[in-house]
């Protein structure tokens, strides 16, 4: 049971917009910024959205991100075929003095 | 470029102890932390703790103290994660990830050891 909560899929058309919720506490997203992983089976997570909103060099800008209180959201306007794969909201959590991924979801489009 | 080369795959019985290596290269090795992350079959990614590259000081994140060891050798730009008493469900890929600046920030990951513990 992770302390961020994700929806365990969603799905879309390239047509549509997709969010990815990522719902934590004030320990966690209520204090510290929040990034966002992509990762394909077999191969490592990759880095999509650091420090709530911003894209590293290389990141279709169909992807973003944003915060509101103790949640996160990721946007995929657009999705593409190959965005098909799993995403991971991540972030610091003062009370469990750690970091604490999301428990995944799997975007199908 | 930035590459973290880990080493291959294990398969250990229970009980036992091993030792995976993640060798950095393209950038000062230590400028950046070292994070490692599990992944276990068909869950989702769990955050093991870290090691300052600077002073060698390593941090076990919650639930992952004791059998857990993050090391360094800074000569030859690696980074070692060594696990004891193995048990079944430490069967998962295991992945080091330079810390990018701020907590969760892991900007280059290797590309993964899997570790089976099996009888």
């Known amino acids: 049971q992770s302390v961020l909560t994700q929806p365990p899929s969603v799905s879309g058309t390239p047509g549509q917009r997709v969010t990815v919720s990522c719902s934590g506490s004030q320990s966690n997203i209520g204090s510290n910024s929040v990034n966002w992983y992509q990762k394909f089976p077999g191969t490592a997570p990759k880095l999509l959205i650091y420090?709530?909103?911003k894209r590293p060099s290389g990141v279709p800008d169909r992807f973003s991100g944003s915060t509101s209180g103790t949640s996160a959201s990721l946007d995929i306007s657009g999705p593409q075929s190959e965005d098909e794969a799993d995403y991971y909201c991540a972030t610091w959590d003062d009370s469990l003095n750690g970091v604490i991924f999301g428990g995944g979801t799997k975007l199908t489009v | 470029q930035v590459q973290l080369v880990q080493s291959g795959s294990e398969l250990k019985k229970p009980g036992a102890s091993v030792k995976i290596s993640c060798k950095a290269s393209?950038?000062?090795?230590?400028?950046?932390?070292m994070n490692w992350v599990r992944q276990a079959p068909g869950q989702g990614l769990e955050w093991l703790g870290w090691?300052?590259?600077?002073?060698?000081?390593?941090t076990n994140g919650r639930g992952f103290t004791g059998r857990f060891v993050f090391s360094l050798d800074t000569s030859a730009n690696t980074a070692y994660l060594q696990i004891s008493g193995l048990r079944a469900d430490d069967t998962a890929v295991y992945f080091c990830?330079?810390?990018?600046?701020?907590?969760?920030?892991?900007?280059?990951w290797g590309q993964g050891t899997l570790v089976t513990v099996s009888s």
């Open positions: 393209g950038y000062s090795f230590i400028t950046y932390t």
């Open positions: 990830a330079r810390g990018g600046g701020a907590w969760a920030n892991f900007d280059n």
């Open positions: 090691i300052n590259t600077k002073t060698g000081k390593p």
């Open positions: 420090s709530n909103n």
